[in-house]
Structures are given as structure tokens and as C-alpha cells.
């Protein structure tokens, strides 16, 4: 297997200073009101230099770059152009599991079967993306998704890392495991408490040591993944976009109804789009941000897809009393979103017959 994990640098505000140019040498934070409770969605690498990053507040942006300009995100032009990108992407490597709005990852082995070859192909991958849309992308390739996704990060922007074959675990040792697909913050806390800071310590990991580290299929997965091991495929059968609305509230609230209220609001707006698309999805996913900005996401999935407003609603609310069950308390944000997006097929009445 030869993988790409390609993923566009900074794309929202990437994607503003090219629709106002002035906006390149500032820096720009595209998120939420600083002056009440917005969050940081992406900012471009001006604004990276003063310590401000994604899902950091607004307002603690504002603190650390009171010079920064902020504008709101404009999530229908940005997903025009990510069309855009992954339409050019596949003329050069058709088979492609788009994972995001802005990465995704690239069969390169379909066309470059030999290794030695899959760097020229990434670097015309680039260089398409480039000349196209004028985007910037990074590219990280290897034997693995997981390894291609930790490489894509390592030359921002505009770089492309190779992994070759029988490096993988030598490449990953040295990180810290929180860049480790599949360590969440608990999962970080408890490991550090441990004593284990490095992807190459998850690695060493005895298999004595991992069921008191680690235990069941999880501490499996993470410890071959930490070795380079990674044996999932593209995932092609769905598209893996999601599509989600969220809320930032001007006061933290705790009532259950009103976040009801709230969450059934945004599947309505949900279900209008995927009417609007022709599509149905099987995943609903509840979204919460606590007040100390701790997140919490809930999903389930269906057997059959749905658009119907009234039913992702249903889910939502449910998970929602779920996740305040194993964390009770008021909350910052709230959103709902729908992934596993499939055609909608309509079945006439003479098919039946």
C-alpha cells in the first residue's frame, strides 16, 4: 500500500486572503466574535506566530494579537473550492477517501506502484493544486494512513515528507503521543502519567505492560499504530464529509430543554440541506464545549440513512442527555452534525409491483 494523507494549509483563512488579497501579510483569524464567546476556527501563519491556534477562544486570540482582524467563516464559498481541489486531485490519482472539508487521503499505488515513484506523483499533486486553485497543501506519504497523516503535518505549508518503507516506526518514535491518531486527551493524561511521552514509548510497550496500560482492542490498535501498523484501507463506499451546525452561547446554559431546543433548530437546517443535496445520512453526531472548553462529542449510527428533520432531532437530544450524563453541568456550545452521507434513493411505485 502507498498513501497520501494530503491536507490544505490553513484553508479557511487560506481561502480569504485569496478572495481580498490585503489580508496576506495581516493576521487573520477566521472564527467567532472576539468580544463575546467565539472560538478560533482556523487563522493563517502570521497569526500562527503569535501562539494562536485553532479551537483556541476568540477572545484569548484578541489578547495575544490585538492587531489581528477577524472575520466569520463562509462555509458555502469554502466548500466551492474544495471541490474544486478535489476534482483536480483525481484527474492526476482517481481513487481518493476525502475525509474533510480540506484532507483527505490519495491511493498513490494505483498509479505509481513502485515507491520510488509515489514522490514525483505526490509532488505533481502539489503542484496541480497549486497552479489550479492557488491553494497551498501538504502532502505526507508512506506505507500507512497513519503514518501519511503524521508526515503531512511535519513540512507546513507546502511541504511533502516521505516515509519509506521499514522507517515507519523509527519516523513516528521521537513525537509526542498526542499527534497519534487516536490519543485523546484522557487517553494523553493517563500515558503521561505513566511516564510515556513519546510514540516510540507506546511503541516499546510490552504485551504484559499493555493491559495495565492500555487494555482491550484500544491499547491494541494505538500500539501497532505507534509502530508504523496501520492496516485499515481508503474508505470509498461513502462520501466521509460531514455537515454540521453548531452554537456558541453569550451565556453558559444548563438547561436540558433549551439545549433541545437548540439542537432540534440545527437538524431542521440539516435536514434542508440534505434535501437540498439529494442525500441521506447514517451518523448523527452531538457536539458540547464546557466552560472550560473541554469537548464531548456523542454519535450513533443507522441501518438506513435519514433526512428527516423530526428523527435527527430525536438522536440528537438523546445524545445529549448522554453526554451530560457522563459530564454533567452547563455548557458553552452546543452543535449537531450528519456524516455518512449517502444518495438518496427514491423507490417508485411500479418497482414495487
Not at 496500560?213 to 508504523?228: F, I, N, P
Request: net charge neutral; charged share 30%.
Amino acid at each position: 500500500m502507498i498513501v497520501a494523507h494530503l491536507d490544505l494549509d490553513a484553508f479557511f483563512a487560506a481561502v480569504e486572503e485569496l478572495e481580498q488579497p490585503e489580508l496576506r501579510r495581516v493576521p487573520l483569524i477566521v472564527g467567532g466574535d472576539p468580544h463575546g464567546r467565539g472560538v478560533v476556527a482556523t487563522c493563517n501563519y502570521v497569526a500562527r506566530g503569535f501562539g494562536i491556534h485553532s479551537a483556541m477562544s476568540a477572545a484569548e486570540a484578541l489578547r495575544r494579537c490585538p492587531q489581528a482582524v477577524f472575520v466569520r467563516p463562509r462555509h458555502s464559498l469554502y466548500r466551492d473550492y474544495s471541490r474544486e481541489v478535489w476534482s483536480r486531485v483525481r484527474e492526476i490519482v482517481p481513487t481518493v477517501e476525502q475525509a474533510g472539508i480540506d484532507e483527505g487521503y490519495l491511493d498513490l499505488g494505483e498509479v505509481a506502484p513502485v515507491f520510488d515513484d509515489a514522490r514525483a506523483l505526490a509532488e505533481a499533486v502539489r503542484a496541480v493544486v497549486r497552479a489550479r486553485t492557488r491553494l497551498s497543501c501538504s502532502l505526507g506519504v508512506a506505507t500507512s494512513k497513519v503514518v501519511a497523516k503524521v508526515a503531512s503535518d511535519r513540512r507546513k505549508p507546502g511541504g511533502l515528507t516521505v516515509v519509506r518503507p521499514g522507517r515507519e516506526a523509527a519516523f513516528l518514535a521521537p513525537f509526542p503521543i498526542r499527534i497519534l491518531p487516536g490519543v485523546g486527551p484522557r487517553a494523553e493524561e493517563r500515558l503521561v502519567r505513566l511516564g510515556i511521552e513519546t510514540i516510540g514509548a507506546i511503541a516499546a510497550i510490552t504485551d504484559d505492560e499493555l493491559q495495565h496500560v492500555m487494555q482491550g482492542k484500544v491499547g491494541r490498535e494505538l500500539r501497532d499504530r505507534a509502530r508504523g501498523i496501520d492496516p485499515r484501507p481508503l474508505e470509498l463506499s461513502t462520501e466521509r464529509i460531514s455537515i454540521s451546525q453548531e452554537e456558541t452561547f453569550e451565556r453558559d446554559i444548563a438547561d436540558p430543554e433549551r439545549l433541545h431546543d437548540e439542537l432540534r433548530r440545527m437538524s431542521e437546517k440539516l435536514a434542508e440541506h440534505l434535501l437540498g443535496r439529494g442525500q441521506v445520512a447514517r451518523t448523527v453526531t452531538t457536539k458540547v464545549r464546557y466552560p472550560d472548553f473541554a469537548i464531548r462529542t456523542r454519535s450513533t449510527s443507522l441501518a438506513v440513512g435519514t433526512d428527516d428533520a423530526v428523527r435527527i432531532g430525536e438522536l440528537a437530544c438523546s445524545l445529549l442527555d448522554r453526554a451530560l450524563r457522563d459530564r454533567p453541568g452547563p455548557l458553552r456550545l452546543v452543535g449537531v452534525g450528519v456524516s455518512g452521507l449517502e444518495e438518496h434513493v427514491q423507490l417508485s411505485l411500479s418497482a414495487l409491483v
